[in-house]
């Protein structure tokens, strides 16, 4: 069974902290992803990430950064959060294997609220 | 860009009736996915059901089918014999068939259903 684990479901900070949002999948998949879901905008992807130490970004990039040191392991980052981060965060992975559907598997999410 | 947009943000169906959500899609691709997505409140994404685009038989998963129309770009889910369970928010999402894929999502369509 596929598992995509975020480190915290839920997270309070203040205006002005640095912010790390921690996901771990267990499927080896190459592909890695960060998306913010706001009500009545859908999900919009924050970054991704195709392999070891690559990145690339999403629609909606600006005040966040990420890293992937290691496969399992995808890093969202808050440099110095802001209340228009309050928002619910899902990482998700797939893989890049053809023909398997490319399909995304979903942790279940971090609602972060800045105050 | 790729561009996914659910024309309905909330729909109601009573229990063991049939309901439909639509799904219209953007892209200059021939080779894609399409997928819909199932978030309930507990706020776990799962995958309901995929369709790729180069097989023209519409995909079933036991009381869920699509009706995949590739050239108006139109990619609806039917619902049959709903349950209380189906109560959800529904997202259409698109991936190109390529290998680090990312998934568009569309705004979502809140179901609930009516005992």
């Known amino acids: 069974d596929v598992k995509v684990t975020q480190s915290s479901r839920y997270l309070v900070k203040r205006t002005g902290e640095k912010v790390f949002l921690e996901c771990v999948q267990d499927?080896?998949?190459?592909?890695m992803f960060w998306y913010r879901q706001d009500p009545g905008l859908g999900l919009r992807l924050i970054y991704f990430?195709?392999?070891?130490?690559?990145?690339e970004k999403g629609d909606i990039p600006e005040g966040y950064s990420v890293s992937r040191e290691k496969k399992e392991r995808f890093s969202l980052i808050l440099e110095s959060a802001s209340t228009n981060q309050t928002s619910m965060y899902l990482c998700?992975?797939?893989?890049?294997?053809?023909?398997?559907?490319?399909?995304?598997?979903f942790g279940q999410g971090t609602r972060l609220t800045v105050v | 860009a790729q561009t996914v947009t659910q024309s309905q943000p909330e729909m109601s169906v009573q229990e063991a009736e049939t309901v439909t959500l639509s799904c219209t899609y953007d892209?200059?691709?021939?080779?894609?996915?399409l997928f819909w997505y199932k978030q309930p409140p507990s706020r776990q994404m799962i995958l309901v059901i995929r369709?790729?685009?180069?097989?023209?038989q519409n995909a079933t998963e036991n009381r869920f089918s699509v009706n995949f129309q590739k050239a108006a770009k139109s990619f609806s889910l039917k619902i049959s014999d709903s349950q209380l369970g189906d109560a959800a928010m529904y997202f259409c999402?698109?991936?190109?068939?390529?290998?680090?894929?990312?998934?568009?999502f569309g705004k979502g369509t809140k179901l609930t259903v009516n005992p």
């Open positions: 499927m080896d998949h190459e592909n």
């Open positions: 998700a992975s797939s893989t890049q294997q053809q023909g398997l559907g490319t399909e995304a598997f």
């Open positions: 892209t200059s691709e021939s080779d894609y996915y």
């Open positions: 369709q790729e685009a180069y097989k023209q």
């Open positions: 990430s195709y392999d070891v130490k690559m990145k």
């Open positions: 999402a698109y991936s190109f068939m390529g290998g680090s894929e990312k998934l568009v």
